[in-house]
């Protein structure tokens, strides 16, 4: 799914200017909707790359987390509905860590797999947001 977001993802990921985590790649492209600066997203994101720097929750997962709650989305119903959807399409796993085993295993890339996570979720993010009328 091409949308604007989508491109802002993929210009941030390919930057030879500047290195955009998986946190901050997912994150920075609905700031300015949101009425923030990118660089206020550099700074908070910063440390969510990588699994919060230790392969925890995967980083693209967190940043999308962070750009629901820019739109104030933070309903438990619809927070339980971005997890289920990401676990189904990762076969149960959110975590950096097993992400990234399951996709050696495969004999694939790190990132591209990295850059198609943050793709997927804000294609995600995008959806839901338009679900809830925060964006057209």
Known sequence: MMNDFHEKAVECRN??????????????????AA??????????AAGFGGGMKRASVC?????GLMALGLFG??????????HRRLKERH????????????????GLPKKPHCDAMVYEV??????ILKEKGCIE
């Open 73 to 82: 989305i933070d309903d438990p119903r619809t927070l339980g509905e971005y």
């Open 59 to 63: 980083g693209a997962v967190t940043g």
């Open 15 to 32: 930057s030879d200017v500047r290195h955009y985590n998986c946190a901050q790649a997912t994150v920075v492209p609905f700031v300015e």
């Open 122 to 127: 804000v294609d995600l993010v995008t959806e």
């Open 91 to 106: 076969e149960g796993c959110l975590e950096c860590a097993d992400l990234l085993r399951m996709n050696a295993e495969k």
């Open 35 to 44: 009425g923030l600066e990118e660089e206020t997203a550099m700074r908070f």
